[in-house]
C-alpha cells in the first residue's frame, strides 16, 4: 500500500517548457486535490477533482491544466513554464469529506 | 471565503516540555472541520489532529491536544512532552462541512516553524 505517489521528485524547466506532473493513489479515494506551497504562504490549492470525471479550478489555477484519468490518477500540466511556477508541489486524496492524504511532493524550479 | 491565519512564524520548545501553537481563522459557516497538519525536513505532510466544530470536546492524540473556541474562531495546538522528532513546520488547516464547490477543499495557513532545543 504506497499511499500517494508523485513522479518526479524534483525537476528544473527553463521558461516556455512544458511538463506533467503524476500524481496516484492507492487508497480508492474519490477527490484529489494538486496544491502549491511557496515560501510563507502554506498550501494553496491549483485543481481538484472530486470524483473520477470533475475537476474544478482551485485558488491559484492560472497556467495550470488537470487530467484525471482514471480513479487512481491526477496529472497537473504546465503548458508554458514560468519563473513565478517555480515552487514545491503536492497532490492529495481523500475520501469524499474526510482528511486529506498528501504524496512526498515535486520540487520544481523554473529557470 | 474562509482564511487562516497563523501569527507565529517560529516557535521554539526545550525537549520534555509543553509549546502552544496559534491558529485563527475567519468564517461564516457554522458546520466545518480544522486539522493540524506536520510538514518534517522531508517535506511529508502529516496529519496530526482533527477537530469537527460540532464537537464541544477537545481532540486529543496522544501527546497532541488543541484548544478549540469556535466563538472566538481560535484552533490552538498543545505539544506536550516535546521530542525532538516534534521539530517540523506546522500548517493549521480548514475544511467546510457543507456540499457544493468548497466542499472538501482545505485552506491553509501559513505555518509556523517549530524547533526542539536538547
Known amino acids: 500500500n504506497a499511499g500517494v505517489t508523485q513522479t518526479p521528485k524534483f525537476q528544473v524547466l527553463k521558461t516556455g517548457q512544458s511538463m506533467t506532473l503524476q500524481c496516484a493513489q492507492d487508497?480508492?479515494?474519490?477527490?484529489m486535490y494538486w496544491y502549491r506551497q511557496d515560501p510563507g504562504m502554506g498550501l494553496r490549492l491549483i485543481y481538484y477533482?472530486?470524483?473520477?470525471?470533475?475537476?474544478d479550478k482551485g485558488e491559484v489555477p492560472n497556467g495550470y491544466n488537470v487530467s484525471r484519468l482514471n480513479k487512481r490518477e491526477f496529472s497537473l500540466r504546465l503548458e508554458s513554464a514560468a519563473p513565478s511556477q517555480t515552487s514545491v508541489y503536492f497532490c492529495?486524496?481523500?475520501?469524499?469529506?474526510?482528511?486529506?492524504?498528501f504524496g512526498p511532493g515535486t520540487r520544481l524550479t523554473v529557470t | 471565503a474562509q482564511t487562516v491565519t497563523q501569527s507565529q512564524p517560529e516557535m521554539s520548545v526545550q525537549e520534555a516540555e509543553t509549546v502552544t501553537l496559534s491558529c485563527t481563522y475567519d468564517?461564516?459557516?457554522?458546520?466545518?472541520?480544522l486539522f493540524w497538519y506536520k510538514q518534517p525536513p522531508s517535506r511529508q505532510m502529516i496529519l496530526v489532529i482533527r477537530?469537527?466544530?460540532?464537537?464541544?470536546q477537545n481532540a486529543t492524540e496522544n501527546r497532541f491536544s488543541v484548544n478549540f473556541q469556535k466563538a472566538a474562531k481560535s484552533f490552538s495546538l498543545k505539544i506536550s512532552d516535546s521530542q525532538l522528532g516534534d521539530a517540523a513546520m506546522y500548517f493549521c488547516?480548514?475544511?467546510?462541512?457543507?456540499?457544493?464547490?468548497?466542499?472538501?477543499?482545505?485552506?491553509f495557513g501559513q505555518g509556523t516553524i517549530l524547533t526542539v532545543h536538547p
Open positions: 492529495a486524496s481523500s475520501r469524499t469529506g474526510y482528511e486529506q492524504y
Open positions: 487508497m480508492n479515494h474519490n477527490s
Open positions: 477533482s472530486a470524483s473520477e470525471g470533475t475537476t
Open positions: 468564517t461564516s459557516e457554522s458546520d466545518y472541520y
Open positions: 477537530q469537527e466544530a460540532y464537537k464541544q
Open positions: 488547516a480548514y475544511r467546510s462541512a457543507y456540499g457544493g464547490t468548497s466542499y472538501g477543499k482545505l485552506t
